[in-house]
């Protein structure tokens, strides 16, 4: 028998939707507790936020290995992030408000912490939209730069976080923690490295 | 299609059954328990909870249903114990919150420090229906069991010089893992109010919920309960009532007093600095349906509004 994974990328798919399907299983069996809303509201939110953390993973774990072909998983990671957030936007749409216009304008208004998170899905939403190759292509030098703007994602969507808190800040620092040190990371490898920014390429594309 | 419920019954504040019936046992019980003062027990560990043999108050919200009391008592927020809501029922069962006395001192003629059994003996408990908002914008609905703040208060006849009155919880740090370690905000947690809010009816010191004792995560044995403030004006397990001359610094206040004010009225104008107060959910209302547009002073406006004249709310939130 031969139990090597034949097509990784495929796996790697299917497996980013565990989270969901966990979630559906807690829904139907009535696990999510006292304020079901609100679980779901941060289940979504918190996977978005951690497969954004995995995006910006990429390109450091790409430079330690010096494995090449990582960008296709990048894409796949952020584009599931942007999924996660989506879904975490329609929750507050429509689950949370049931689509009660005058509530939401003045509740998003009011709420300086979801002005971030507003942010976090623009940014998040112009990366998904130009994520297809053929768009990079054309888009040439100004996809980097565009693309950039991730790390503006990943600190708006921590501070949308930890500002609608009252006490319990320990998940978002530690999200705070994560994106200081890939960031770091990276501005580091800038300084030290043009090798890196080659290896930024896609297979194919060098 | 959005079905728009009539505002004045939501669906999501209708009871379920389950819960329906075992309420209807618990009156039942209530009724054949002999009329007088039935001291319980039910703080101790183990012991069977008593029920009580309360009438509903006149203050009590009638048109209000309760929220099923599973939600009320495993979404607590009791940071002496754990800055989660839901851990605090498992954390708090160490508490010990049996014998227990309250000292009432300060501006007033008779100080002194009371068993808890005493003070009861001395009060009729009623039942009272109230919504309890949180600042962080959830609500839920209460069938609160105890007595106006006043009543105990007019016992130790307060002077008048006591402007403010000022109430602390118990420092018990063997079984409050926040205490002992001195987490997020200054313990023991204080909280206060304007004698006139403390000495209005509908303020009142709960001792139980739901016809039976307070659990302990919910602030046994003794928490006070001020329906149209904010939650955490309501401190829970007091141990200490002082009337004050002078503004106690209370609790939430001192640690953020840009985003927690003395006052803590409920107002759907006044924003927090971070959020909306415009809306709330309330436990134990479906997915899908909308969230609660707010009331000024929880809705407890007629009978309160009358405090805060010529106050401009914004300023004193």
Not at chain 2, 13 to 40: H, Q, W
Not at chain 2, 68 to 74: A, G, Q
Not at chain 2, 238 to 263: D, H, M, Q, R
Request: with cysteine; proline share 5%.
């Amino acid at each position: 028998m031969n139990f090597q994974i034949k097509n990784p990328k495929l796996v790697t798919l299917a497996a980013c939707l565990i989270p969901l399907l966990w979630l559906f299983f807690d829904i139907a069996f009535d696990n999510l507790g006292s304020n079901p809303i609100q679980a779901l509201h941060i289940r979504l939110g918190d996977w978005s936020l951690r497969f954004l953390c995995v995006t910006l993973a990429i390109t450091p774990i790409q430079t330690m290995t010096k494995w090449r072909g990582m960008a296709d998983y990048r894409q796949m990671f952020g584009l599931y992030s942007f999924f996660y957030a989506t879904l975490h936007l329609l929750t507050y749409l429509a689950i949370d408000n049931n689509f009660e216009w005058s509530l939401i304008g003045t509740d998003i208004i009011e709420s300086p912490y979801i002005w971030f998170g507003v942010v976090a899905y623009w940014v998040v939403f112009a990366l998904a939209i130009t994520s297809p190759k053929w768009v990079m292509k054309r888009m040439g030098k100004s996809w980097k730069k565009l693309h950039r703007l991730i790390y503006i994602a990943s600190m708006a969507a921590v501070i949308h976080y930890f500002w609608q808190l009252k006490g319990n800040l320990a998940e978002p620092l530690l999200y705070l923690i994560i994106i200081f040190f890939l960031l770091g990371f990276r501005v580091l490898a800038g300084l030290t490295s043009r090798q890196l920014n080659k290896m930024m390429i896609p297979k194919g594309h060098e | 299609m959005i079905i728009k419920t009539h505002k004045d019954i939501p669906s999501s504040e209708i009871t379920d059954e389950k819960v329906f019936n075992e309420r209807r046992t618990l009156i039942k019980a209530m009724l054949a328990t002999a009329a007088g003062a039935s001291i319980p027990t039910a703080w101790a560990n183990n012991a069977k909870p008593n029920a009580w043999n309360v009438a509903k108050s006149d203050l009590s919200n009638a048109a209000l249903t309760p929220t099923p009391i599973e939600l009320v008592k495993n979404y607590t927020n009791y940071y002496e114990f754990t800055l989660n809501k839901e851990d605090s029922t498992k954390l708090a069962q160490n508490f010990i919150a049996d014998p227990w006395s309250l000292e009432i001192s300060g501006e007033v003629e008779k100080a002194g420090t009371y068993h808890l059994e005493d003070i009861l003996q001395q009060q009729t408990l009623e039942e009272r229906i109230y919504r309890f908002r949180c600042v962080e914008a959830w609500s839920m609905v209460v069938p609160w069991v105890g007595f106006s703040l006043a009543n105990l208060l007019k016992l130790a006849k307060p002077l008048s010089t006591a402007h403010f009155v000022k109430f602390t919880t118990i420092q018990q740090p063997e079984t409050m893992p926040n205490q002992r370690n001195k987490v997020m905000l200054e313990w023991p947690y204080v909280e206060g109010l304007r004698i006139d809010e403390a000495m209005h009816p509908l303020t009142m010191l709960a001792v139980g919920m739901y016809g039976d004792t307070l659990p302990k995560q919910n602030g046994a044995p003794l928490r006070l309960v001020v329906p149209w403030k904010y939650g955490f004006k309501s401190i829970k397990a007091i141990v200490k009532i002082e009337l004050l001359k002078n503004p106690p610094l209370t609790t939430w206040n001192k640690s953020a007093p840009a985003e927690y004010g003395f006052y803590a009225n409920v107002n759907p104008a006044v924003s927090h600095p971070r959020w909306s107060q415009n809306s709330e959910r309330q436990l134990g209302s479906g997915f899908f349906t909308s969230r609660r547009q707010t009331e000024l002073f929880n809705g407890y406006g007629e009978q309160v509004a009358s405090l805060y004249q010529d106050m401009d709310l914004r300023h004193f939130f």
